[in-house]
């Protein structure tokens, strides 16, 4: 059974920086995949960023292209997502999601709200 907890969300200001994290219980190379999604007050949740299998081939959406880095950061068994120049249309839940053969698990999500 793995589990995700997500942290590191808060309120920034436009044009600031977050930087969300999705601590893997018990491994986080048990992993086939990983992503972190988002879902804004009213809209459907959406992909933000994705980690394969390989921890090389990211990919984002084009809303975020440039400005957010999905990683993994090895020493705290976790996957992180750096957020910079931050914009009001970026406010909504951080979700991480990860991957084992024919399983999804989900987190909890943690709030991120950017102001103007």
């Known amino acids: 059974q793995v589990q995700l907890a997500e942290s590191g969300g808060g309120s920034v200001q436009v044009g600031g920086s977050l930087r969300v994290s999705c601590v893997v219980s018990p491994s986080i190379f048990s992993l086939t995949e990983m992503a972190w999604y988002r879902q804004a007050p009213g809209k459907e949740r959406e992909l933000v960023a994705r980690?394969?299998?390989?921890?090389?081939?990211?990919s984002y959406a084009d809303s975020v292209k440039g400005r957010f880095t999905i990683f993994i950061d090895n020493a705290r068994n976790a996957l992180d997502l750096q957020m910079n120049n931050l914009k009001p249309e970026d406010t909504g839940v951080y979700y991480c999601r990860a991957w084992q053969p024919g399983i999804t698990y989900w987190g909890q999500g943690t709030q991120v709200t950017v102001s103007s």
């Open positions: 980690l394969p299998r390989d921890f090389i081939s990211t």
